[in-house]
């Protein structure tokens, strides 16, 4: 389980996606206001970082006229974190293969004597559901995160195993299939056949080729498609979404049976955009990983549901802001 030392005070909690950024603002037991979302609508590189600022100024101005003073800034991003540098690589924010977010926050904050901490939306999420959420009573544990991407946060004997480049969890480029095709080079062949985007992606593809209840969703045009339109067309049986998603089952089952077998965890827990709705798949999930994981490491583990919901970065960002020097 995460301990923490966490102090009295007030910090704000940010969690940056692929189509959003949210914001609150948290003391050490709870969430202290209502999350704050913008849209990223398609903006890239020093767009983006503009949205951040704003959210934090717009949280800081409320934790203000509530007379509370802030003094840390947790964030969540969706890649990698390089604590060296302190620059931020994520790969579905163009603009961001090496973006200075730690030196826009701090000088937007200078002179406030608040503390700036970033880490990666995985590492965030297991901190998150280990401070509140479903891995409460955990020392391993698994956040495997389903969204625009897929990441990992992995607990190991109560502490969050992050390689030793900042890079572990990246489980998107997990190889679950073959013969190699260039598609997997971006975003790995995990992440290209069972994120958001690549369910999206396999849906253009059967619009294109003919026919299908996914037009009754209202996505007549197959370039604008989303993964949340699949499951309402799944819902009325056609066809083409029945099968997007039962792939999708095989390759999350493989996955997870991956992880069950490397690190004997407790639970998988899943959470991100798409659980969601796929949480009714778990059951299914599990069945799948059955067929492939260490058989015995398999009875042990659980497969659950986010305990903290889509909010579970959002906890891991205040956890980070609310302890400096956390023991993990």
Same mark, same amino acid.
């Given at each position: 389980? +995460? ?21 609150? &603002? ?48 947790? #964030? ?16 579905? &924010?163009?603009?961001?293969? %090496? ?5 826009? +926050? ?11 901490? &970033?880490? =990666?939306?995985?590492? $965030? $999420? +297991? ?20 969204? !625009? ?17 900042? +890079? ?7 190889? /679950? ?8 080079? =971006?975003?790995? $062949?995990?992440?290209?056949?069972? =994120? ?8 253009? *593809?059967? /619009? ?7 037009? %009754? ?15 309402? @067309? ?11 998603? *039962? ?12 992880? #069950? ?12 955009? #798409? ?45 980070? @802001?609310?302890?400096?020097?956390? !023991?993990?």
């Amino acid at each position: 389980m +995460i301990t923490t030392i966490m102090k009295d005070h007030t910090v704000i909690a940010i969690d940056l996606g692929g189509t959003k950024v949210s914001g609150a &603002i948290f003391d050490r037991q709870s969430m202290l206001s209502s999350r704050e979302v913008l849209m990223l609508e398609n903006q890239t590189g020093k767009d983006v970082g503009a949205l951040v600022l704003e959210l934090i100024r717009k949280l800081r101005e409320q934790a203000n006229r509530r007379g509370l003073t802030v003094s840390g800034v947790g #964030v969540a991003v969706p890649g990698i974190y390089h604590a060296d540098s302190r620059t931020v690589w994520a790969p579905n &924010i163009p603009g961001w293969e %090496d973006y200075p977010l730690y030196e826009e +926050i701090a000088s937007g904050v200078k002179g406030a004597d608040i503390t700036v901490k &970033i880490d =990666s939306d995985r590492a $965030c $999420c +297991i901190m998150g559901e280990a401070w509140k959420g479903a891995a409460q009573d955990c020392r391993y544990a698994i956040f495997l995160a389903v969204g !625009t991407g897929i990441g990992a946060g992995i607990m190991v004997d109560g502490m969050v195993l992050r390689g030793a480049h900042d +890079i572990a969890g990246a489980v998107g480029w997990m190889a /679950l299939d073959r013969p190699w095709t260039g598609d997997y080079m =971006s975003c790995g $062949c995990f992440e290209y056949h069972a =994120s958001g985007n690549g369910m999206a992606e396999r849906a253009k *593809n059967s /619009l294109k080729e003919k026919e299908s209840a996914f037009i %009754d969703t209202g996505s007549n045009d197959p370039e604008k498609i989303v993964a949340g339109e699949i499951f309402k @067309a799944y819902s009325t049986g056609d066809p083409h979404a029945v099968a997007i998603i *039962n792939n999708c089952i095989e390759f999350w089952g493989m996955a997870c049976a991956n992880l #069950v077998s490397i690190f004997n965890p407790e639970k998988i827990i899943f959470g991100g955009g #798409v659980f969601g709705p796929a949480v009714q798949f778990l059951g299914n999930i599990y069945e799948e990983a059955r067929k492939w994981a260490q058989p015995v490491s398999i009875q042990k583990v659980t497969f659950t549901a986010a305990g903290l919901g889509q909010d579970a970065g959002l906890y891991g960002a205040a956890c980070l @802001a609310l302890d400096h020097n956390p !023991t993990l």
